[in-house]
């Protein structure tokens, strides 16, 4: 079973991968379903490439959880509860991922708020447990002070659509709320 750490928002979990070297390279077990319990099953898997100082998010959703796996680079990966009843409901963090140091998984369940900083250049594979359709996508700007997220970066390179999200107190005020 792999180790679970829980970086203080209920549900999420880092798991530090195990690597395998060899002269020939490396062998990286990157995913079981049976490692987060409860989990569903992941069905469909996306690669994002994003150059240092591009930060991608906040982005959430009401039906899907993540599954993210750094295979190069350094990040800085901004986390929000949205859940009401959470026991973390309202808590924000930022968790620095450096590939350098090792291998990690992150699961990422619905109704966390979640994005990305790229202090180095990243290569991100993601899974989500639902197929993407576009209806269950939303956001949350950024750098908005009540997230309570670090970032590096004052001046990150974001795509239009990230550059207008709605503020957190918008996105309380006029979305139907998560249950935890």
Known sequence: MAELVEPGIEGVF????RTHPDNRGSFTEDYRREWIPGMREMVQGNISISTANVLRGLH???????????????????????????????????????TAEGLKGL?????VAHGFYAERDVMLHYMVDNYYTGEDEFGVTWDDPELGIDWPSSDPILSDRDMSNPTL??????APAFEA
């Open 14 to 17: 880092v798991i530090p991968l």
């Open 60 to 98: 959430f959703h009401r039906e899907q959880a993540d599954w993210w796996n750094f295979y190069a680079g350094a990040a800085v990966v901004g986390l929000y509860d949205l859940r009401t009843g959470s026991p973390t409901e309202g808590k924000g963090l930022g968790l620095r991922i450096d």
């Open 107 to 111: 699961y990422i369940p619905k109704g």
């Open 169 to 174: 107190s918008d996105v309380r005020g006029n």
